[in-house]
């Protein structure tokens, strides 16, 4: 999975606990992004990062938040989780424009 | 303007068969058109790309055919083999955005 490490791989917790998610890389890319996989919807973007301390959001950011103090650490918060949060988290990874190199997932569940 | 539509959004093909499948846009700004293949349990990970400077671009029994002024693009996989089943995904890049906007997908199964 291209030096791309995501923990933790599964989780389960319940409705109102605060969650942090984790990918670490080895590749030193610049780029970092945080997708949601869900059937039927595809994987759709949450937050990405394009340096150390710099974020934006993507189409699906509300009750998320992320932080990336060092280059190698991009850290999914979800605050206050919600059942509409289960899902399969990807990290991914780019030097390149438009090339991803995508890590194991995490599979989420909120109940 | 941003989505990529993915067709279908599920196929079943015979061993030895062609799977086609397709993928349509709407901004004019992408330049750049991955496809990603996903085994269960893992990751995406990226199969074949084209720019539109070209028409098609062919990796092994991987063909993209990518028609712009229909703005289409298609993945065939010639010779299905059950080892290809998996999920394939479409996706875009360019223009203004900087990101990949991906298609829903399409789970294919080759049967034996």
């Known amino acids: 999975d291209a030096g791309i490490t995501q923990s933790p791989r599964h989780k389960v917790t319940e409705t109102g606990t605060p969650v942090t998610l984790r990918c670490h890389q080895t590749?030193?890319?610049?780029?970092m992004y945080w997708y949601r996989q869900d059937p039927g919807h595809g994987l759709r973007l949450i937050h990405y990062s394009y340096g150390v301390k710099d974020t934006d959001k993507g189409e699906v950011s509300d009750g998320y938040s992320v932080s990336r103090s060092k280059t190698e650490d991009f850290l999914l918060t979800l605050e206050s989780a919600t059942s509409s949060q289960t899902s399969v988290y990807f990290c991914?990874?780019?030097?390149?424009?438009?090339?991803?190199?995508f890590g194991a997932g995490t599979r989420l569940s909120v109940l | 303007q941003q989505q990529v539509k993915q067709s279908p959004q599920s196929l079943i093909v015979q061993k030895g068969g062609i799977s086609i499948i397709n993928c349509a846009y709407e901004?004019?700004?992408?330049?750049?058109f991955p496809w990603y293949q996903q085994f269960p349990g893992k990751g995406p990970a990226l199969l074949i790309a084209?720019?539109?400077?070209?028409s098609e671009k062919k990796e092994g029994r991987f063909t993209i055919s990518f028609n712009k002024s229909a703005k289409q693009f298609s993945l065939h996989i010639m010779d299905s083999q059950p080892g290809d089943s998996a999920t394939y995904f479409c996706a875009a890049y360019g223009g203004a955005t900087n990101k990949l906007i991906f298609g829903t997908g399409t789970l294919l199964a080759v049967q034996p």
């Open positions: 991914a990874i780019s030097a390149q424009e438009g090339i991803q190199y």
């Open positions: 590749e030193n890319h610049r780029y």
């Open positions: 901004n004019t700004a992408f330049d750049y």
């Open positions: 084209i720019r539109p400077d070209v």
